[in-house]
């Protein structure tokens, strides 16, 4: 019988597209683009993800920081699409400042959460950086359920390092075995559990 479980957080409490999509979407409307025409959302969005995915992937080729990245995300967008790159670093900044308030839950999780705190100890084990972290858990409204939130850059451990859960595991004062995680990933969340038992 298990008596603590943990749970990932971005595409398992949340939708991380839907939060991506989301936080564009609003910056790109406040800057006076015509998103809400489907066809224009649509055309932005289908540049715009793969090229965001490129810098990310090549976060540690590039040594760009993260306001970088999602610059250089925007403005290669915009100029992809013939749109003026003027504002690229305005519409970035408000960007990462809406994303950071953007909590969208997958399906039925808020009820889940809400029925599983009076059985179960409750964490999250996350990567990510903490700014984003912590306020989307806190806009979700599910902070109160948890007893553990670690996060990658709070700690200096990032999944699949077996640190990160361990950490949990001592902050919830529950054993390996009594405690089943919750993820999305076999190459991050699945190896990074196995390992910490």
Known sequence: MYKALLFDLDNTLLDFTACQTTALKKALAIEGFNVANNGVWRNIWQIYQPISQRYWDDISVN????????????????????????????????????????????????????????KYKLGIVTNGYADSQRDRILASGLQPYFQSIVISEEVGYAKPAKQIFELALQELQVEPQDTLYIGNSIDIDYKGAVEAN
């Open 63 to 118: 040594n760009l920081s993260r306001p970088e990245i999602i610059e250089h995300s925007i403005n290669e967008t915009l100029n992809q699409l013939n749109y003026d790159t003027a504002n690229s670093s305005n519409i970035a900044n408000m960007y990462w400042t809406i994303f950071c308030q953007t909590a969208c839950l997958n399906g039925g999780v808020a009820e889940t959460i809400q029925f599983l705190h009076n």
